[in-house]
């Protein structure tokens, strides 16, 4: 009974926290993404702090990094944006006689009429001046919140940088004597797997971009830069982002004037490289720095975006790993993390590297004997 109990609060305490998490939503998303971030750089901060850098200078150094790699990405987005917004006007004609054409099957197959279609469209429209204004305000203060929002975690991820070890001697001394060990190997693992998590996550990026480049290129996506940059970018979001990014792809293609071959070739490549990233680059650049088994996965971005919207998909995974780490390490909380965690023994066939370093141990082995 007491047991029981006890994982009632367990559970009656993570509602109270996925309830606060909604409901300050706007105050702790840039606070966790600027936490987070701000774990990729502990190491290299550290490293500029070896060579006699005062804390503050290398903190400030390592937020410009950043600032200069989302730049980068930006400008080679815009430069390839700016040679597709040159074709336009032929893509919006393309759709436009594909909207008519679709609107013309449907009058001959399914029996809407014009008349009726268009009916429809004007019942689920509001008039069009209103539509227009409420789209003006809406990106205005879209724009503006998203630059306020990241302006913040800028700050706090310098901040979270400078006080690093103020707050770590904060959770410490929330610790009993004897558990002071214990959160020390906490803090340490926690941010252990947010840096490899993310260094691996940005390499392979990088990767996917390469990938994708060669395959729209081959296929002959005009623009194709573009969209393997726009494909790799959206990683961050897994699982959806991908399939965003070969939906635009797709999309495009047909404005563009690409037949039913060269839509085929381009799912193709997007199948083509997920089994790559599946099985050959996420075992070996990602690694399993996040022990979390593929249910827990699905779930953790399904309720980080109920809670926070895409910001809750992107850290769903890393926050539920650090998570994790709290579970394995508490005794009472070691079930909730076995739960999360894989199933080794079958997870672990799935991967191809597995398998080569599982036969390559094999043969140095027998040549030993």
Known sequence: MPKLQQNVYILFFLFLSFAGLYFASEFLIPVALAAVLSMLFIRFCNWLESKRLKRGLASFICIAIFLLSIAAIILLMSWQLSSLSENMDEMKNRLIELLNNTRAWLSRTIGISFKQQEKIINQQSPSGASTAG??????????LGLLINSLL????MYLFLFYRSHIKNFILKLANGGD????DEIVHKSGKVAQKYLSGLGAMIVVLWIMYGI????VGVENAIFFAVLCGVLEIVPFVGNLIGTSLTVLSVVAQGGDAKMIVWVLVTYFVVQFIQTYILEPLVVGEQVSINSLFTIMSIVVGEMVWGVAGMILAIPLLGIVKIICDNVPDLQPYGFLIGPA????KRRSLIYRFKRKTAVEVSNKEY
């Open 180 to 183: 002071k060990n214990l959160a």
């Open 153 to 156: 975690v800028m700050v706090y």
């Open 215 to 218: 395959g729209f290129s081959l």
């Open 134 to 143: 409420s789209i003006a305000m809406g990106f205005a203060s879209g724009t």
């Open 344 to 347: 080794v023994k079958k997870e």
